[in-house]
């Protein structure tokens, strides 16, 4: 199944950790009024709390906007982190630049041309700390992220970087596969097989036409009322039809 670059991004916006990034925006916004870089210093200190609050407010959510469309771009997998980050500040510059000069005028207006290029040369290089900043907190949580066998998987890269990689278990909901692994879940738009094809060799078995289970999570089979059902180490239990009977009982601990 083949996914439009919006159903990507969206649900890509998952590799930023809202908590990191208010953290980290409340801090810059501390240190840039306290220090009062590029000669804000000269603001009284209420209008300097105001300017830069409002300025790394513009300048952060443009960034996580181009920062989310280059990291998670499918045409742009393949490019380095450097080469991305750069891209970004590119993309983000002009904008950030008319909302900070708007900003600017109102707060402290510009006096002549030679003011308009460093303030243009002040603006690219906060962009380029902010966007090094992003990258370097979320560089982690984009690439392949490695099975406990450490063999990347595609499949990986769809899930938030707070699920973790153990697996316990697939089921189709919809257009949708639930992932379930020992952090939490999530719905995933793909197919269950294609979702099984970008797994790789990841140990595990599909037990029913909308069900698979990972070797790691395999707590046994048990009959019940006649039909067959696997049992997981999170506590669940999932059916087993018979067209893959023989496979769940090549599952680890499985006594029937």
Known sequence: MKHTFLTRTVREMQIWN??????????????????????????????????????LTAGWVLMIAAMTLVLRHPDMDDWSGPLR???????????????????EDWLRPRRDEIGLVWFLLNTMLVCGLIAGAMYFRVQDRLGRIDTKGGSPTAFF?????????ELISFTMRDHYVEVTTTKGKTLVLISLGDALEELGDYAGTQVHRSHWVAAS??????RN???????????????????????????????V
């Open 18 to 55: 809202w908590r990191d990034q208010a953290g980290a925006f409340g801090c810059a916004v501390f240190i840039f009024t306290i220090l009062g870089p590029f000669e804000t210093y000269s603001l009284p200190l209420i209008e300097r709390l105001l300017y830069w609050s409002l300025c």
């Open 85 to 103: 980050v750069g891209l970004a500040v590119v993309i983000a510059v002009a904008p950030i630049t008319l909302a900070v000069s708007a900003i």
């Open 157 to 165: 890269q769809r899930l938030p970087y707070e699920l973790g990689n």
């Open 217 to 222: 999570a395999s707590r046994g089979l048990e």
């Open 225 to 255: 009322d006649g039909k067959l059902f696997v049992k997981l180490s999170d506590g669940r239990r999932l059916p087993v039809s018979r067209t893959y009977a023989a496979s769940a009982r090549a599952l680890p601990s499985t006594h």
